[in-house]
């Protein structure tokens, strides 16, 4: 009985401590975001307000969220299309809450997501965290391929999905959190509407802030649904990469550039066969093609979700490398400014 009492007013204190905003910022994606709502209806703690960010969808979002208004403490709004990261700042200043919890329309969480970012929040003492994402059971094949791949140890994406690959955590905007008052402090995300989520991950290192990962609390992202869409998506990670290297110098990383060395040592592999009738460059991609169609095999036990894998993998380096390459030379041979470059990646109030 006294045990009972102890957990019950330490459950207590840490809802006390940890209040929680859940920000969405959404542009269409209606059925995306019932599953969403949907999945934070059933959580294990419901002390959380959740925020909807209309960013100037072509659909009427407000129905959707109607149906969550029993059981969810819930504010909609909608305003002219800026891009995610201002429309998060859009619901931050909304929120009446300690911690900014933003997560991407198309996720899924588990009952005990809530329950587990407060649990963690007063374990780990961070002003900012993250967690891990990965594939639904309920995804399709060509999903399930891609969540590989974005989390793959064969790719850049291995510290994503893994705790003990983390040194120092970039928190995504998929699945992140922030203290609001650091969020203030920093003046919340950037002008830039892609890679705005590390470069607030950045922008809050610079300014003594902290981050963490938390282990249990991943989400299960749907993605692209197609490769198309999948190498449109990547491709534009990979342009903002030196724009983030530019903005943030003391972070970069030669990891960065490795999908461009991979994309033009596949190049000079194809030289060399028909200019020298030599192999032996090809011969590695080939046995690197053979490592990722084991390694999904093992992760996924499913061999149709290991031959789309390879694709979805070669399609993530060859785009994200194609990307940081051309941004590169623009930014660093042609001494283009970012705003010039890549319009598109910014927004301007």
Not at 1 to 13: E, F, P
Not at 157 to 177: H, Y
Not at 210 to 226: E, L, N, Q, S, W
Not at 236 to 243: S, Y
């Given at each position: 009985?006294?045990?009972?009492?102890?957990?019950?007013?330490?459950?207590?204190?840490i809802?006390?401590?940890?209040?929680?905003?859940?920000?969405?910022?959404?542009?269409?994606?209606?059925?995306?975001?019932?599953?969403l709502?949907?999945?934070?209806?059933?959580?294990?703690?419901?002390?959380?307000?959740?925020?909807?960010?209309?960013?100037?969808?072509?659909?009427?979002?407000?129905?959707?969220?109607?149906?969550?208004?029993?059981?969810?403490?819930?504010?909609?709004?909608?305003?002219?299309?800026?891009?995610?990261g201002?429309?998060?700042?859009?619901?931050?200043?909304?929120?009446?809450?300690?911690?900014?919890?933003?997560?991407?329309?198309?996720?899924?969480?588990?009952?005990?997501?809530?329950?587990n970012?407060?649990?963690n929040?007063?374990?780990?003492?961070?002003?900012?965290?993250?967690?891990?994402?990965?594939?639904?059971?309920?995804?399709?094949?060509?999903?399930k391929?891609?969540?590989y791949?974005?989390?793959?140890?064969?790719?850049?994406?291995?510290?994503?999905?893994?705790?003990?690959?983390?040194?120092?955590?970039?928190?995504?905007?998929?699945?992140?959190?922030?203290?609001?008052?650091?969020?203030?402090?920093v003046?919340?995300f950037?002008?830039?509407?892609?890679?705005?989520?590390?470069?607030?991950?950045?922008?809050?290192?610079?300014?003594?802030?902290?981050?963490?990962?938390?282990?249990?609390?991943?989400?299960?992202?749907?993605?692209?649904?197609?490769?198309?869409?999948?190498?449109?998506?990547?491709y534009?990670?990979?342009?903002?990469?030196?724009?983030l290297?530019?903005r943030?110098?003391?972070?970069?990383?030669?990891?960065?550039?490795?999908?461009?060395?991979?994309?033009?040592?596949?190049?000079?592999?194809?030289?060399?066969?028909f200019?020298?009738?030599?192999?032996?460059?090809?011969?590695?991609?080939?046995?690197?093609t053979?490592?990722?169609?084991?390694?999904?095999?093992?992760?996924?036990?499913?061999?149709?979700?290991?031959?789309?894998?390879?694709?979805?993998?070669?399609?993530?380096?060859?785009?994200?490398?194609?990307?940081?390459?051309?941004?590169?030379?623009?930014?660093?041979?042609?001494?283009?400014?970012?705003?010039?470059?890549?319009?598109?990646?910014?927004?301007?109030?």
């Open positions: 009985m006294i045990n009972q009492q102890i957990n019950k007013s330490t459950n207590h204190r809802n006390a401590l940890t209040t929680i905003s859940i920000i969405i910022a959404i542009y269409n994606r209606k059925d995306e975001l019932f599953e709502l949907n999945s934070l209806s059933h959580q294990t703690n419901k002390d959380f307000e959740v925020i909807i960010v209309d960013d100037g969808s072509l659909i009427d979002l407000r129905p959707t969220t109607e149906l969550f208004k029993g059981s969810l403490n819930i504010q909609f709004y909608r305003k002219d299309n800026s891009g995610p201002l429309s998060r700042n859009y619901g931050a200043r909304r929120a009446k809450n300690d911690w900014l919890v933003f997560v991407d329309s198309d996720v899924i969480v588990e009952k005990d997501y809530i329950e970012i407060k649990k929040i007063t374990e780990i003492p961070c002003d900012a965290f993250g967690g891990a994402d990965k594939a639904h059971k309920g995804f399709n094949l060509m999903q391929a891609i969540s791949s974005m989390t793959s140890v064969f790719t850049t994406g291995g510290i994503r999905g893994s705790k003990k690959a983390v040194t120092k955590f970039q928190p995504r905007s998929f699945n992140m959190g922030v203290k609001r008052s650091a969020f203030q402090s003046g919340g950037s002008e830039m509407r892609i890679g705005e989520d590390p470069d607030l991950s950045m922008t809050l290192w610079e300014n003594g802030f902290t981050t963490a990962f938390f282990d249990d609390i991943g989400v299960y992202h749907k993605r692209r649904v197609d490769f198309g869409k999948f190498s449109k998506q990547v534009q990670f990979g342009c903002a990469r030196p724009i290297n530019q943030h110098p003391n972070y970069v990383k030669i990891s960065f550039a490795f999908p461009s060395l991979f994309l033009i040592g596949y190049v000079l592999g194809f030289i060399e066969y200019l020298l009738q030599k192999g032996f460059i090809l011969a590695m991609y080939g046995l690197y053979v490592l990722v169609f084991f390694h999904a095999l093992y992760k996924t036990k499913n061999i149709s979700i290991a031959s789309f894998a390879i694709i979805s993998t070669y399609i993530q380096m060859f785009s994200y490398g194609y990307g940081f390459l051309k941004s590169w030379i623009l930014l660093n041979i042609f001494r283009q400014k970012p705003e010039e470059a890549f319009p598109a990646h910014f927004h301007r109030n």
